[in-house]
């Protein structure tokens, strides 16, 4: 027998044209489910010469592909994927086409990404992998030898590589050309249904899963990120929005400098797609080639954090550029001294900060007509705040953080409180992939907890202040790393700077700082750095770090935050370890 609630459908179903479908979905004329998918299929169908990827290949060539190419070789590999039965598709690949025609063509065909870092070590890829349950993996040709170990372990698992090359057939095209051929090919001896038969335009279920990106787990194991279609969408469109894609009067072009195996690019293969701009993709950070293209290719956006940007501004090819380029910084909390670099170039800044747990960005940086009255550095030191919720978010909260777990309070709005970051709504994840413990952690008290520790202006904007872990507690007083970081960087021959605590026999613990320097200061001794922190700054006088060390290079994580971790272990053994 039915239950009541099976009957009561039953009864709404006639007298409503809207049907339900399994497990209270909605569907009708007026419902569809979302997923992101369909922005390539549209965007080929209303532009499809419109130059949809401009690359230089591995082999040293340079690729322009339209939409309508685009849109063929996704749905040609979807068609392999679901030909062969493959649904838990693992990607291993820098920033290339075709990991733009995976996240396409593997959604397409039911299946869901999980995307890693070609910076991990083997054992962390094979980790992933296995947690993960993938079933194929397609990888860049270069980063094969990081599956040595997992294929040994999982001969069953299919690996479909990527020559990354000019050539769609023949000899120099490779596996998952050959792959997207086959998928082709079915399609046609099956009666060219093309998108039509795919997970295109609308999915069963928008609350599916559509990817499992991981964190970073820098200090354990890295977790599974819970992505849906339909967060996917709606993150999507307000990336379109906030970052300004939509171009009035040009084609957006997009320039990958934001690893896309992060988070799935924040979201920018769909947002990219969705105003049918041009992905300008990169297999690595090349500071001479993005000069190149900023200026040559007509580069309108890109994301990238707040380290990648001061090499930039730093770079011997750095001039202003005739026309205004929208970058959005992310990743860490970027300083006032940047963004006035930055606009100086004309490389407008467009402040965004999320996590994975949010599918990127979730808050935005909102400029005010009314800062232009303001002294440059105060208005500089406005727009370096984290700002406000996202426009398909719900506002953002800070909350007391010693409080019991899933107690939510919210701090003062004076600017001066510290508290926890929390998120609500629609573009926060489902949560972490086979682990319900760190799920109820994360949801604790019915808010995404982010672990950041922030102060709320009286305009309700936020303004991070540290990780919980990395505020600095020196005799009583907290001190944060990231507004001293931001102090450093202000020295004429400082180019980053790295802070974390360090043991003190009085006070408890103190401020050490890393710092590297510019091309032209290689001879700066880092006592003068001491002295004038303590007599030019606008820093406290206790905040003043009294050791103060020069390292070539800061280590970082893929999206640019600077490894505290790592310093910390500098730190304690006196001992300064290159990554390279």
């Not at 990648?308 to 202003?320: D, F, H, Q, R, W």
């Not at 380029?325 to 004309?346: G, I, K, W, Y």
């Not at 102090?487 to 050490?512: F, N, Q, Y």
Request: glycine share 8%.
């Amino acid at each position: 027998m039915s239950s009541p609630n099976s009957r009561l459908r039953n009864v709404l179903g006639h007298l409503n044209p809207l049907s339900w479908g399994d497990g209270g979905i909605k569907h009708g004329p007026n419902v569809h489910q979302l997923t992101p998918t369909v922005f390539l299929e549209r965007a080929a169908t209303i532009e499809p010469d419109a130059e949809a990827i401009y690359h230089i290949t591995a082999n040293g060539k340079t690729l322009r592909r339209s939409y309508m190419e685009f849109a063929d070789r996704a749905r040609g590999l979807a068609y392999y994927l679901r030909h062969r039965g493959y649904k838990r598709v693992g990607l291993l690949a820098p920033n290339t086409p075709a990991f733009l025609e995976s996240t396409y063509g593997i959604a397409a065909a039911g299946g869901v990404t999980v995307p890693v870092n070609i910076r991990l070590k083997p054992e962390d890829v094979s980790y992933i992998f296995e947690y993960a349950e993938v079933d194929s993996i397609i990888v860049d040709a270069e980063y094969v030898g990081l599956l040595d170990s997992f294929r040994k372990d999982h001969p069953a698992v299919a690996i479909i590589v990527d020559l990354d090359t000019d050539a769609t057939e023949g000899a120099l095209s490779g596996p998952f050309d050959d792959a997207v051929l086959e998928g082709l090919n079915y399609d046609r001896s099956t009666g060219s249904k093309g998108w039509a038969d795919l997970q295109s335009q609308t999915v069963a279920n928008e609350h599916d899963m559509i990817a499992i990106p991981f964190t970073s787990g820098t200090t354990s194991r890295p977790k599974g990120v819970v992505f849906t279609h339909r967060g996917a969408y709606l993150a999507t469109l307000a990336n379109v929005v906030e970052s300004g894609l939509n171009l009035p009067d040009a084609r957006c072009k997009y320039l990958w400098t934001l690893p896309m195996f992060h988070a799935m690019g924040w979201t920018f293969p769909w947002a990219v797609c969705a105003v049918r701009g041009t992905h300008v993709c990169l297999r690595k950070i090349d500071y001479p080639l993005i000069w190149k293209l900023l200026k040559e290719e007509g580069i309108t956006h890109f994301n990238a954090a707040p380290t990648v940007n001061t090499i930039l501004c730093s770079s011997k090819e750095a001039e202003v550029l005739p026309r205004a380029v929208r970058v959005t910084v992310a990743a860490s909390p970027p300083t006032a001294h940047l963004f006035e670099q930055m606009t100086s170039l004309n490389l407008h800044p467009v402040h965004v900060y999320g996590l994975t747990e949010t599918y990127g960005p979730i808050t935005r940086g909102y400029v005010l007509p009314e800062w232009d009255a303001l002294p440059s550095h105060e208005k500089f030191a406005k727009m370096a705040r984290q700002g406000h919720g996202f426009l398909t978010s719900l506002p953002v909260r800070v909350v007391k953080p010693d409080l019991p777990e899933g107690v939510l309070v919210d701090v003062v709005k004076d600017g001066k409180e510290i508290g926890e970051i929390v998120f609500f709504g629609n573009i926060c994840a489902e949560g972490y992939y086979k682990d319900h413990e760190a799920t109820r952690k994360l949801f604790a008290g019915g808010a995404l907890h982010s672990g950041d520790l922030a102060v709320w202006h009286p305009d309700g904007s936020l303004q991070i202040q540290d990780r919980a872990k990395d505020i600095i507690i020196s005799g009583g007083e907290n001190i944060s790393s990231v507004a001293l970081e931001s102090m450093l960087v202000e020295h004429p021959d400082v180019l980053e700077a790295g802070v974390v605590a360090v043991p003190d026999s009085h006070w408890g613990e103190r401020p050490k700082a890393y710092i590297t320097v510019k091309e032209t200061s290689k001879d700066l001794n880092p006592l003068d750095v001491i002295v004038w922190a303590k007599h030019q700054s606008s820093i406290s006088k206790f905040m003043v770090p009294r050791e103060v060390e020069i390292v070539s290079d800061l280590p970082k994580t893929s999206t640019g935050k600077i490894k505290k971790t790592v310093l910390r272990q500098w730190a304690k053994t006196g001992v300064v370890v290159s990554e390279q």
